[in-house]
T-cell receptor, first 114, second 114 residues
Framework: EDQVTQSPEALRLQEGESSSLNCSYTVSGLRGLFWYRQDPGKGPEFLFTLYSAGEEKEKERLKATLTKKESFLHITAPKPEDSATYLCAVQGNAGGTSYGKLTFGQGTILTVHP | KAGVTQTPRYLIKTRGQQVTLSCSPISGHRSVSWYQQTPGQGLQFLFEYFSETQRNKGNFPGRFSGRQFSNSRSEMNVSTLELGDSALYLC?????????????FGEGSRLTVL
């Protein structure tokens, strides 16, 4: 069974203080690792997809990286508007059927203080 | 381009009743997935539909069902509601016909069961 563990559960940063969020995973046949941002009362907003170890993607102050066992979401010089819950999810290939099924971690609640 | 639209956004039901939630995917997306999000369990996969066919199903009881129409719109139904069914129900759509690719989520339908 696919598993995703995110750490830390909560992270408080000062504006401009860079940091990283961790996503450890176990999956049989990784088809993709996904990062989402979720604001309170809203649905998850897609950020990145990573498919293979060594892959990196960037968007504004965010950079996602992938190894065979974990992924990191690096936040450079964060702003208060980056405050949200960041979710990591994997799509595996268990049983050869993975249509639409992502396994999510519990998320990291990020708070950026001005 | 309009995103995923879910209706209703909020609803309150009592135990034993049934509920139907609706989802309109992004134009051109034919795959629709449903997820349940609760504080304790996080995001959990319910089922996925493509071309009016259920291709995948998560570990939920038979009280949870869904369908997809020829225009790719989808509905999910929960019968004989229980208190534990209180959750945010999220619909997501995906482009393409294969098994891999990012999901784009709607804002969700928040169900409260009293």
């Amino acid at each position: 069974e696919d598993q995703v563990t995110q750490s830390p559960e909560a992270l408080r940063l000062q504006e401009g203080e860079s940091s990283s969020l961790n996503c450890s995973y176990t999956v049989s046949g990784l088809r993709g690792l996904f990062w989402y941002r979720q604001d309170p009362g809203k649905g998850p907003e897609f950020l990145f997809t990573l498919y293979s170890a060594g892959e990196e993607k960037e968007k504004e102050r965010l950079k996602a990286t992938l190894t065979k066992k974990e992924s990191f979401l690096h936040i450079t010089a964060p702003k208060p508007e980056d405050s949200a819950t960041y979710l990591c999810a994997v799509q595996g290939n268990a049983g050869g059927t993975s249509y639409g099924k992502l396994t999510f971690g519990q998320g990291t609640i990020l708070t950026v203080h001005p | 381009k309009a995103g995923v639209t879910q209706t209703p956004r909020y609803l309150i039901k009592t135990r034993g009743q049934q509920v139907t939630l609706s989802c309109s995917p992004i134009s051109g997306h034919r795959s629709v997935s449903w997820y349940q999000q609760t504080p304790g369990q996080g995001l959990q996969f319910l089922f996925e539909y493509f071309s009016e066919t259920q291709r995948n199903k998560g570990n939920f009881p038979g009280r949870f069902s869904g369908r997809q129409f020829s225009n790719s719109r989808s509905e999910m139904n929960v019968s004989t509601l229980e208190l534990g069914d209180s959750a945010l129900y999220l619909c997501a759509s995906r482009a393409g016909t294969g098994t891999t690719g990012e999901l784009f989520f709607g804002e969700g339908s928040r169900l409260t069961v009293l």
